[in-house]
């Protein structure tokens, strides 16, 4: 079992920057693959990036590539976001996820999920 509290979220201009943490508790975080997710009004669920257990490998939706970085610390039992160059159409909830087996992009897979995160870009 694993429990997931995402914060970091809040009001930032276009262009600006902004640092989501997800802590987690439980046994066994370093062997859950994180992911973070995002979810605007009247939207589906969406992929932003995924990170391995190992940290050796990543992967990003096309839309965040180059702007932003997941990583995590299996040491603090979090996994970060790192959102740079942001845009309105970045603003959602965003959300930490957890998967026991191989990284995956689609969010029924996924385990365990946090409460969200607000992250509002204003142009």
């Known amino acids: 079992q694993v429990q997931l509290v995402e914060s970091g979220g809040g009001l930032v201009q276009a262009g600006g920057s902004l640092r989501l943490s997800c802590a987690a508790s439980?046994?066994?975080?370093?062997?859950?693959?994180m992911a973070w997710f995002r979810q605007a009004p009247g939207k589906e669920r969406e992929f932003v990036a995924a990170i391995s257990w190992t940290e050796y490998s990543t992967n990003y939706a096309d839309s965040v590539k180059g702007r932003f970085t997941i990583s995590r610390d299996n040491a603090e039992n979090t996994v970060y976001l790192q959102m740079n160059s942001l845009k309105p159409e970045d603003t959602a909830v965003y959300y930490c996820?957890?998967?026991?087996?191989?990284?995956?992009?689609?969010?029924?897979?996924?385990?365990?999920w946090g409460q969200g995160t607000q992250v509002t870009v204003s142009s």
């Open positions: 996820a957890a998967r026991g087996t191989s990284m995956a992009v689609q969010p029924t897979v996924y385990d365990y």
């Open positions: 439980g046994r066994s975080f370093r062997n859950y693959n």
